[in-house]
């Protein structure tokens, strides 16, 4: 089943296209192509070595891939015309009165933070730990603030513009402490917090930043059952109450099922599934991935989940 089928009613806000990512002979990601929709909570899932993390590092700049196009809508430009637009010149992007389109393989990495607006966080925590909660989420809004500050001549003079930009700052961190749970420990330093607060605190600066699309690489790992039901709540609101798309890695399937609309499988870098949590639930190459049987086996699994 192609892609178009599998999509939900929204309209598209990444697009994926053709990715491919090769490191010498070894072809990590295959002509990957999938859509994640406006709106949605979209799942990226696979064995491990499936080529996830190889692909969030694709569509956020670590890496440029070997071929293929990413494409990333702002407000309701026409996506399909737009980028074909954009591929057709020689430029990263595009600006219509609707709104934007990125080619996201084009733009280095601090533009497509910056410019694209896509914020991320890592499988391993990289909080500044010596720093406190609320400057870990100051550093986040960095950007900003240089330009209110006319790149530090303004802060040193204290400007007007500046202190309206760092008041605005300051009241987006404190929102964001609270909305995670931690704005009690606004200035205990950020690596004295357990692992689950550590978790949550990296999603909010990942917040701060004002993302259209929040990319999270398994948010979940190392997280308790209750921490895992918190983390459920924040994705939920993060999508409804803000409307911010996002993105996530997921080994924990117990997350993947409850709060994703959409999930894209891997295996060995070349998408197997595309649909639903439901359809995914039942689907006999997933389940066979998963269980790691051959080829040969496969017509007993599906035989087995078709009983």
Known sequence: MSTADMMTSNAPLLQVENLTMRFGGLVAVNSLSFQAAKGDITALIGPN????????????GFYKPTEGRIGLRHGEADFETGLNAVTASDKASISTEKGSIYLLERLPDFRISKDARVARTFQNI??????????????????????????????????????????AAKEKASFWLNKVGLYDRADNPAGDLPYGDQRRLEIARAMCTDPVLLCLDEPAAGLNPRESLLLNGLLR???????????????????VMEVSDHIVVLDYGTKIADGTPKQIQTDPKVIAAYLGVDDEELEKVEAEVSA
């Open 49 to 60: 070595g499936a080529g996830k993390t190889t692909v969030f590092n694709c569509i956020t």
């Open 126 to 167: 990289r909080l500044f730990s010596g720093m406190t909660l609320v400057e870990n989420l100051m550093v986040a809004q960095h950007n900003p603030l240089m330009v209110a500050s006319n790149f530090t001549f303004g802060g040193l003079l204290g400007f007007s513009r500046y202190r309206e930009a760092e008041k």
């Open 237 to 255: 609101s993060i999508r409804d109450d803000h409307g911010t798309s996002l993105l996530l890695i997921e080994h924990d399937m117990s997350v």
